[in-house]
């Protein structure tokens, strides 16, 4: 699994948009890039994945330049409920039976009425 | 409606007194996973099932096992827990054959150890 770096936390207020930046300079050729979100007191939840350029579903967004040494999780408009930590995790969709899915450090964002 | 699902969710136990956290799915998915998660830190990975293939994280204590009786349930087995075995416990299934990371979390055990 390639290694990820992400800021440790940050703030933003309400009604903002909010951009958490992963660098993953090692990623291998056949690695994705998956985010997730955890509260408080739950277990993490799937945000997003993708492999290059512009992901969007519902919740999020996701940018990946064209080298894919770094991705950015774009949350719009950002309420105080967005408050929680969120992971980045990168590796190969196509899982061997030891393969094993470790989280880093993580962001804890605090948003800000 | 629950997918994946951890019982108790909170559980307290004496030091030394073996325990026993458990875990089922309606998912039918092949990969499970127990993590230990302390407070203010990321969920650090025990060990996983493949199908019934146990694979074991190199620096999780010999104090830790795990049973997999059949793909729905997964037990975690704390043999003798110490005061730094008080954490949350969150186990997670993957779907292997559906080409994405998305692991579905269940909502955790935090186990006390007094």
């Known amino acids: 699994l390639a290694k990820t770096t992400q800021p440790i936390s940050m703030d933003s207020y309400e009604g903002q948009e909010v951009n958490i930046t992963c660098s993953h300079n090692?990623?291998?050729?056949?690695?994705?890039i998956t985010w997730y979100q955890q509260f408080p007191s739950q277990g993490p939840r799937f945000i997003i994945q993708g492999y290059k350029t512009k992901v969007t579903n519902e919740v999020a967004s996701l940018f990946i330049p064209a080298d894919r040494k770094s991705s950015t999780l774009s949350l719009p408009r950002v309420s105080l409920s967005d408050t929680a930590v969120y992971y980045c995790?990168?590796?190969?969709?196509?899982?061997?039976?030891?393969?094993?899915?470790?989280f880093g450090k993580g962001t804890r964002l605090h948003i800000l009425p | 409606d629950a997918m994946v699902i951890q019982n108790p969710r909170y559980q307290v136990t004496q030091f030394g007194k073996p325990v026993t956290l458990s875990c089922s799915q309606t998912l039918n998915h092949n990969v499970m996973y127990w993590y230990q998660q302390k407070s203010s830190q990321a969920p650090k990975l025990l060990f996983h099932?493949?199908?019934?293939?146990?694979?074991n994280e190199a620096d999780t204590p010999d104090n830790f096992q795990s049973r997999r009786p059949n793909t729905s349930f997964c037990f975690l087995d704390i043999r003798s827990p110490g005061l730094g075995d008080a954490a949350m416990y969150l186990c997670?299934?993957?779907?292997?054959?559906?080409?994405?990371?998305?692991?579905?979390f269940g909502p955790g055990t935090r186990l006390t150890v007094t």
């Open positions: 995790l990168v590796g190969d969709l196509h899982l061997n039976r030891d393969d094993k899915i470790i």
């Open positions: 099932y493949y199908d019934k293939d146990f694979n």
């Open positions: 090692n990623i291998a050729t056949n690695d994705y």
């Open positions: 997670a299934t993957l779907d292997r054959d559906g080409g994405s990371y998305e692991q579905y």
